[in-house]
């Protein structure tokens, strides 16, 4: 991305500010007269006009003002933005809610989510803390019928897997259970690769065969992120009703159409959004982004069209990795319109990605 000069600097960061707080294109005098720049309108207009020639802005409409790009929106991110922390009391509420509900890990999920949608006022989403691969721990084998069963698996990290199993010949609970006592401690600490071979030597009867291979099966599986993603907030009760313009107040002309502008933006961010999520459900999208992410520590931006689904290109994703790579972890984060707080979104999946390391090393004994 090619340099910019001082000057240009300066005027892109009041320009995006002012779109991501105002939600309207944004004409010379605006930034002139709000941000109070030590440059005329019509230098502006000139910095302006080559801030459109880099494609860091657009002009959406001949008398309208101009608006960031998602080019735009990267450099303001990498070069130009001031992280914001979280204040101390913000932290400390944190902290406490999360004291609220010790090792209890289906909860940490659902208040990690519910807690950035809120602070950030925009949809939250989360995968579940669980390993890289699937370690055997335990098992259990319920008789249904004569010929099926249902298997309760309990894997190293902690989560808990079912499954129904026909057999080829009737058993009953008392020989299920022999099994189960017998094979627990031949198989603890396995994974599938480690189990598969030790069932080459092992040469298990026709019954332990049948709950080898479900076992086997569901450790292989266990490492791939599956679409288990919770959502921190309905929609519905995301967007803030003061975000949206009062009907009735009686503004000057100018300010009046500013507002009808922003309503109109704002409304359709809530439609794209709203379309976004379901398709993120739907077509398991962010398991499949979570595998592109770098395994690297740090808070990745996507901004708008940086990612390789259409359906996604109006909004931007800030996420994180928590845990620790090769134990326990899981991939938290927002999305958002493409004119979200960066600053404030960034420090927030910071700092909960930081709340759910400390919670899983005091569980798992990550370091």
Known sequence: MTPLSPRKQQILRALVEEYI??????ASETLVRKYELPFSSATVRHELAGLEEANLINQPHTSAGRVPTDLGYRYFVEHLMQESALLLDE??????????VQDQLDQWVRLTASVMARL???????TPPRSSEGRFKHF??????????????????????QQRLLLETPTHQEELSAISARLNPLFQGKNAQELNEFLVTYEPA??????????????EQHGEMEGDVFFGEDLV???????????????????????????????????RLQKVMDDIEQKRILPVLASHLPSTDGVQVIIGGENQWDEMKDVSLVLARYGQQGKVGGLLGIIGPTRMQYGRAIAVV??????????????YGCE
Do not use: C
């Not at 259990?140 to 808990?160: F, N, P, Q, R, Y």
């Not at 065969?209 to 076992?215: D, L």
């Open 21 to 26: 707080h105002n939600a309207t294109p944004v």
């Open 120 to 126: 950030l006022h925009s949809a939250a989403v989360m």
């Open 140 to 161: 259990e084998v319920l008789s249904v019928t004569d010929l099926s069963v249902h298997m309760i698996l309990v894997l190293m990290d902690g989560s808990v897997q």
């Open 350 to 363: 910071r700092y909960m990605s930081q709340v759910m390391n400390e919670l899983l090393a005091d569980v």
């Open 206 to 219: 026709p019954v332990e065969r049948i709950i080898s291979n479900g076992i086997v099966r569901i450790l």
């Open 237 to 271: 009760n995301i967007l803030d009703p003061t975000t949206v313009s009062a009907v009735g107040l009686r503004l000057p002309p100018e300010e009046e159409r500013a507002e009808r502008i922003r309503k109109m933006i704002e409304e359709l961010e809530h439609k």
């Open 91 to 100: 932290q400390r509420l944190i902290r406490h809610m999360f004291y609220q």
